[in-house]
């Protein structure tokens, strides 16, 4: 393997370890807004549920309560609360997002992994070449969805950290 493959290949590796990271931070954020607003329709329909059985209060003591608190408004808002949380499950499918980030950096790993398979191992010039370009052929045929810009570069502080790439394009020579 000559030096200039070598520093390509690192730099793909590198690459797909951002991505990776990306796509897990991503995954991370869609189940999270799954669990908050799933959890919360949850528990908002319960106390409805449960709201007729609530301790009886003295007449004066319930014109003292806001009037949302009332059992009448307290209802209405509660549901209308509960049909936006599962309408927004509904429409932004959180966890078929998080499972397609997922999968997607559990793919970016398997492609990193034969990378450093490929670095790692003595092939005859054609063989190397044949294998450089199974790798550049999987990642075009990778799905590429996006990922947010705070995610993207939270996977590529956390691969910097890890101080075992080269500088991104620093394989290139300088123009002159």
Known sequence: MT???RKMLLDWMRKIHQ????HRFE??????RRNYTGLGAFILSTIIAFSFRFPKLSPETYE??????HHNYFIAI???IVAILTGYQTFTKPNEK????KNTGSNYEKLRHRIEFILTTEFLEWELKKRIEMIKEEWEGLDAINVSKKHFDEGKQKVKSFNKYPKELDFLPDIE
């Not at 991505?19 to 990306?22: C, F, Q, R, T």
């Not at 995954?27 to 999270?32: D, G, V």
């Not at 003292?64 to 608190?69: D, V």
């Not at 998080?98 to 980030?101: E, F, I, N």
């Open 27 to 32: 995954s991370l954020k869609w189940e999270k």
């Open 19 to 22: 991505l990776e990271y990306a």
């Open 3 to 5: 030096e200039e493959q």
């Open 98 to 101: 998080a499972l397609t980030h």
């Open 64 to 69: 003292l309560l806001p009037t949302f608190l």
């Open 78 to 80: 509660t549901s209308f």
